[in-house]
């Protein structure tokens, strides 16, 4: 496997596994001499809330979505109400030799196998970060082939990620914080598309520079 894209994925997220929560899983490539980090979840849509409700209640959508974490068997979630609609999140992490930099793809369907489109994808975006993917759809959340699948897969663009972490990774220098980069830059993008991660890996120690071995 790649040396620096292993060490860089693999290493911090070793501990990010919490045995209820998430379970990371790294996924080599051996034809490619790579591979990628692969989380699973299924989003819970209470579609019985009537839309005067929501217009009402800015802060509705919180309590509506509930994640299923973790659920490797989609029949687990299927047996939910009518009034409820599932959608299956998968999230791969990608080393870019291009930016240097992590990178977020992301695929979503229902439960009947009908993906999401890429305009579904734009208005499933939280509120908060609306305003800059108008500014910007295609460079902010775009769809294009996975690396190593060779699938279709979405994609949170990379252009921008040095340049943010930079300015995260020196604040967190002043304030002598931990600064374990994977888990900053993906509490930083995962949100604007599903992806949290709980408020106890921001107790991780920061990565070194280790070498790591896929067996």
Not at 70 to 79: H, K, L, M, T
Not at 115 to 124: C, F, G, N, R
Not at 140 to 148: C, V
């Amino acid at each position: 496997l790649s040396s620096i894209s292993t060490t860089f994925l693999l290493h911090p997220w070793s501990e990010l596994e919490d045995g209820c929560c998430i379970t990371v899983k790294f996924k080599p490539s051996y034809d490619l001499g790579d591979g990628y980090l692969s989380k699973t979840h299924f989003q819970v849509t209470n579609k019985s809330i009537s839309p005067d409700l929501k217009k009402e209640n800015g802060s509705t959508e919180q309590t509506l979505l509930t994640h299923v974490e973790e659920s490797s068997d989609d029949s687990q979630v299927a047996g939910v109400c009518a009034t409820e609609e599932v959608i299956r999140y998968e999230y791969h992490v990608l080393y870019s030799s291009s930016y240097q930099v992590p990178v977020l793809y992301f695929r979503a369907c229902f439960l009947d196998g009908r993906p999401l489109t890429l305009d579904e994808i734009w208005k499933s975006v939280h509120v908060c970060y609306q305003a800059r993917l108008q500014e910007g759809p295609w460079d902010t959340i775009t769809q294009q082939e996975h690396p190593l699948l060779g699938q279709p897969f979405f994609v949170l663009h990379p252009c921008r990620t040095n340049e943010f972490m930079c300015s995260i990774l020196a604040g967190s220098q002043k304030d002598n914080r931990h600064r374990n980069y994977i888990v900053l830059w993906l509490s930083t993008v995962g949100p604007v598309v599903g992806l949290t991660l709980p408020l106890s890996y921001a107790k991780l120690e920061p990565e070194e520079n280790t070498n790591a071995e896929i067996d």
